[in-house]
T-cell receptor, first 114, second 118 residues
């Protein structure tokens, strides 16, 4: 058990819809990262938050957004969903700003777009 | 830009054989960190090891060992006496240090699917 909790584990929805993925980091970790794992793109970094503020942005689509709340949990919002958004979405956390610290991953949310 | 290459897409071995997973990385940063993660069939990503760019000492931990060679930009991972439970996808990953100003998030390789046959 990594200590990172992601909900829901599975999500099935239709094109054009909007979903919210939730992540609770390990106790004491201030950084939260979101990654997308798909067959064609592999594991790709989406966005990082540190203590409530956006720290880094990767290949995140404009239709996607995220935030980190005062209790440090984070949510990833995906809107106007397309078939290509079907993927496994991981949340990871690390202590402080994350330099050199291993990121510990949740079990992921598997998103299926029908 | 950072890049991690895992040229071996799939490896299949028979139980008790040793197996080495290759990882080659590219970065312009002088300080960086290398990681190995394991993704079993259940899907979660499990952290295995971290190495600093200034620490080239190789390490052995049980049946696992790591060979970091800065001169060839390689960070290879060996499993000795493999077991069926080692079957998983193994990912090599790279992140930069804060001082470099480069990306601190993990850049992953494409992964190596290891199958250990009984």
């Amino acid at each position: 058990d990594s200590g990172v909790t992601q909900t829901p584990k599975h999500l099935i929805t239709a094109t054009g819809q909007r979903v919210t993925l939730r992540c609770s980091p390990r106790s004491g970790d201030l950084s939260v990262y979101w990654y997308q794992q798909s067959l064609d793109q592999g594991l790709q970094f989406l966005i990082q938050y540190y203590n409530g503020e956006e720290r880094a942005k990767g290949n995140i689509l404009e239709r996607f957004s995220a935030q980190q709340f005062p209790d440090l949990h984070s949510e990833l919002n995906l809107s106007s969903l397309e078939l290509g958004d079907s993927a496994l979405y991981f949340c990871a956390s690390s202590p402080r700003g994350g330099e050199g610290q291993p990121q510990h991953f949740g079990d992921g949310t598997r998103l299926s777009i029908l | 830009a950072q890049k991690v290459t895992q040229a071996q897409t799939e490896i299949s071995v028979v139980e008790k054989e040793d197996v080495t997973l290759d990882c080659v990385y590219e970065t312009r940063d002088t300080t960086y960190y290398l990681f190995w993660y394991k993704q079993p069939p259940s899907g979660e990503l499990v952290f295995l090891i971290r190495r600093n760019s200034f620490d080239e000492q190789n390490e052995i931990s049980g049946r696992y060992s790591w060979n970091f060679q800065k001169s060839t930009s390689s960070f290879n991972f060996t499993i000795t006496a493999s077991q069926v439970v080692d079957s998983a996808v193994y990912f090599c990953a790279l992140s930069a240090a804060f001082s470099s100003g480069s990306a601190r998030q993990l850049t992953f390789g494409s992964g190596t699917q290891l199958t250990v046959l009984p």
